[in-house]
C-alpha cells in the first residue's frame, strides 16, 4: 500500500510564505517524477510545480520567481516552498508522484496523489 500524506498548509496574508511537504510511503521501490498541483473552486487542476528524481524542474509561469520546488530522493519526501502569496494562489493543493511499487513480488508502476492540502491567502 503506497500513501502520499502532505501538510503544511494553511491561512497566509498576501505577500507571505508556506511550506508544503508530501512524504511517500510504502513499499515503493522508486520514484520518478513528483509534482504539486492545485484547484481552485470552480477550476480545473492544474500543475504547479514538478522535479525529476535528477532534479530537473518546471514551474506554472504564475509561479516561477516565488515558488521552489525540491526533494529528498532519501525520504521520499518533495517540498514547495511558496514566497510573495497572492490571492490567487489559494486553492487545495495536491502531491502526485510517477512511482515503482512492489507487490507479491511483482513491480508496478503507478500515478499517485496525497489527499490535498488548503492554501488560503488573504488579501
Known amino acids: 500500500q503506497v500513501q502520499l500524506v502532505e501538510s503544511g498548509g494553511g491561512l497566509v496574508q498576501a505577500g507571505g510564505s508556506l511550506r508544503l511537504s508530501c512524504a511517500a510511503s510504502?513499499?515503493?521501490?522508486?520514484?520518478?517524477?513528483m509534482g504539486w498541483y492545485r484547484q481552485a473552486p470552480g477550476k480545473q487542476r492544474e500543475l504547479v510545480a514538478a522535479?525529476?528524481?535528477?532534479?530537473?524542474?518546471d514551474y506554472a509561469d504564475s509561479v516561477k520567481g516565488r515558488f521552489t520546488i525540491s526533494r529528498d530522493n532519501a525520504k521520499n519526501t518533495v517540498y514547495l516552498q511558496m514566497n510573495s502569496l497572492k490571492p490567487e494562489d489559494t486553492a487545495v493543493y495536491y502531491c502526485?508522484?510517477?512511482?515503482?511499487?512492489?507487490?507479491?513480488?511483482?513491480?508496478?508502476?503507478?500515478?499517485?496523489w496525497g489527499q490535498g492540502t488548503q492554501v488560503t491567502v488573504s488579501s
Open positions: 522535479i525529476t528524481r535528477g532534479g530537473r524542474t
Open positions: 510504502g513499499s515503493i521501490f522508486s520514484i520518478n517524477a
Open positions: 502526485n508522484a510517477d512511482l515503482q511499487h512492489v507487490k507479491s513480488g511483482i513491480y508496478y508502476s503507478d500515478d499517485y
